[in-house]
C-alpha cells in the first residue's frame, strides 16, 4: 500500500529555531505539494513542485521558508527563524500527473513556543 | 487564481438523516473537482471526485452534482452514520503547467446517534 511518508510527526522548538520537515511522496508520482492546516484558514497551498521544479511558491512567505527536492523521492521544507504564529500541521501530498487525486501524508503537527 | 467557497462550516444531522454540502468556484476553466474526508488527527483522503464533462457521479451513500454554469458543485450524503461525522474539504483545480488544487475551508459534520 503505497503512501506519502512525512517526518517528524510531531515537532515542538523554540521560537527562533530551525525546522525541516520531509517528506517521502509516492514512487513514481510527479508532482508534489506542501500544505499549512490551521483552523482559521484551512489547506493553503505553500508550494508545488512538478518533476522537481518548483512551479508555484506563491503562498509561501519567502523570508522564512524555503522548499526543496534535491530528488525524486524527498521533498523538505524548511522554516528558518520559527515563530509561533507558524504553529499548524504541515501536509505533503503527492499525485501521479497534474489535475487528478493528490495523496496526502499523515502530516507534521509543528508547536512554536 | 481560483477561489473556493465552500457553505456551511459546520453541520449536525441526525443518524440516517441526509447532509448537503455546498461549494462555489470562480475559474471557469477549473474542470476537476475532488472531495476530501479527513478524520480527526488524520490526514485528508479522497471520498469522491468529477470531472467537468458529467453532471453527476455516485458511489454507494455519496454523490456529487456540478452546475458548470453556476460555478458550483455539491457533496451529498444519504442515510449519514456516525462515522461520517468528519471534515469534508472540497476543492478545484484545470489543466496547465501551474495547475493546483485550491481548497475550500471545510465543512465539519457531525452525525448524532
Known amino acids: 500500500d503505497a503512501r506519502v511518508t512525512q517526518t517528524p510527526r510531531h515537532k515542538v522548538t523554540e521560537m527562533g529555531q530551525e525546522v525541516t520537515m520531509r517528506c517521502q511522496p509516492i514512487?513514481?508520482?510527479?508532482?508534489v505539494f506542501w500544505y499549512r492546516q490551521t483552523m482559521m484558514q484551512g489547506l493553503e497551498l505553500l508550494a508545488y513542485f512538478r518533476n522537481r521544479a518548483p512551479l508555484d511558491d506563491s503562498g509561501m512567505p519567502k523570508d522564512r521558508f524555503s522548499a526543496e527536492m534535491p530528488d525524486a523521492t524527498l521533498a523538505t521544507l524548511k522554516i528558518q527563524p520559527s515563530e509561533p504564529r507558524d504553529s499548524a500541521v504541515y501536509f505533503c501530498?503527492?499525485?501521479?500527473?497534474?489535475?487528478?487525486?493528490?495523496?496526502f501524508g499523515q502530516g507534521t503537527r509543528l508547536t512554536v513556543v | 487564481g481560483e477561489n473556493v467557497e465552500q457553505h456551511p462550516s459546520t453541520l449536525s444531522v441526525q443518524e440516517g438523516d441526509s447532509a448537503v454540502i455546498k461549494c462555489t468556484y470562480s475559474d471557469s476553466a477549473s474542470n476537476y473537482f475532488p472531495w476530501y474526508k479527513q478524520e480527526l488527527g488524520k490526514r485528508p483522503q479522497l471520498i469522491i471526485d468529477i470531472r467537468s464533462n458529467v453532471g453527476e457521479k455516485k458511489d454507494q451513500r455519496i454523490a456529487v452534482t456540478l452546475n458548470k454554469t453556476a460555478k458550483h458543485f455539491s457533496l451529498h450524503i444519504t442515510e449519514t452514520q456516525p462515522e461520517d461525522s468528519a471534515v469534508y474539504f472540497c476543492a478545484a483545480s484545470k489543466k496547465g503547467r501551474y495547475s493546483t488544487l485550491t481548497f475550500g475551508k471545510g465543512t465539519m459534520l457531525l452525525v448524532s446517534p
Open positions: 514512487l513514481g508520482h510527479n508532482t
Open positions: 501530498a503527492s499525485g501521479l500527473v497534474q489535475n487528478t487525486e493528490a495523496f
